[in-house]
């Protein structure tokens, strides 16, 4: 049986004020066994209750509520195998020695696995795991102040919410997140992040700016392993372009066999750079398998995104991946998503087109991104899918 929290009361008042927050994607999960009982459903039917993972483990649920058991095809079933991804180490990309192997190294990686690690980036300790601490103080928040950014709105720039797309997902994911989006010059996206806690605005701002000349370094090594002779131009406008990042909190799940941390799917970007903690869950697919990567400390891992995909002509790929949980142990990531200017219309390249390879792909932006993702779920490719020739 689920009891009423100090966490619910503060809800609740958090809902009276703020009566656009009562609508069915915010309402009151089951109880621990599924169905609450009558005095339960009373007390709680009398506001509504955000769906969030981390309250409702919080409350102690010995059961997985119905909403978050996926159908037996869709569960991660046994998963054993391991995969070690192919390491760009940005030091030896930095010595001119070594520059040409490691450029080969990162191009043969996003042709085959989509995913590679990195390692010496040069990111600073305490920038990594300030950011990890933060992350996980702000899921640590009493519900009421972590709702203050909930929306249904995909287009939101700040946004907490769970599941991957709650307000069309037929199955819940067990997983929270914060996205912080972020533009240029950085201080104008960074005064609408949440001011609790209170270091949050600094040290994700330190974070976002490592992690955007990160991306600038990999995404130049990129464009010259694809030979594209002009790229002066389109690093200028990455310079000055559109990415977010994604606070993720996937807590100790009650039945982990039955759910998802995320579903599979695929990244709208150019490239995605991950940072995670100890706890390992991400999965990638390579060869037909699921394969659980194992954390490297300190390192990011680096994934293709749809964008890239695109650009490339379809020479590099965005792979599926997906995030399982476990019975014991919270897992905590960031994931920064990093493109072109949000208006900025990106096709294949002109130097990687010809009449032997014909453009693959159409034409696309951001806001054609966000109208599929706010009318369907989002799994596998299915983007990408519906940009293709």
Known sequence: MATITADDRQLQQVAQRNPAKASPMFSMESGAGGAADDSSSEQEGSYCLIKSVRHLSDRGFTRLPDRYVLPASERAGDGSG???????????????????????????????????????????????????????????????????????????????????????????????????????????????????????????????????????????????????ACRRGLLRELAAGYSQIMLNCYPACPQPELTLGLPPHSDYCLFTLLLQDQVEGLQVMHHGRWLTVDPVPGSFIANVGDHLEIYSNGRYKSKLHRVRVNSTRPRISAASFHSVPAERVIGPAAELVDEASPPRYMDTDYATFLAFLASAEGKQKSFLQSRKL
């Open 82 to 228: 391991r995969v070690k991804l192919p390491v760009v180490d940005l030091a030896h990309l930095r010595d001119p020695c070594h520059r040409a192997a490691v450029i080969e190294t990162l191009d043969a990686a996003c042709r085959d696995y989509g995913f590679f690690q990195v390692v010496n980036h040069g990111v600073e300790r305490e920038v990594i795991s300030g950011l990890l601490n933060v992350a996980r103080r702000f899921f640590e928040l009493p519900l009421a102040a972590r709702a203050r950014y909930m929306s249904p709105d995909v287009r939101a720039p700040v946004r907490y919410g769970t599941s991957f797309n709650q307000a069309k997902d037929a199955v819940l994911f067990w997983r929270d997140f914060l996205k912080l989006g972020c533009c240029q010059p950085l201080h104008a996206a960074v005064a609408s992040w949440p001011d609790e806690p209170a270091d949050l605005r600094e040290v994700a701002a330190r974070y976002a700016m490592a992690n955007h000349q990160l991306f600038m370094e990999l995404m130049e090594a990129a464009l010259e392993a694809l030979g594209i």
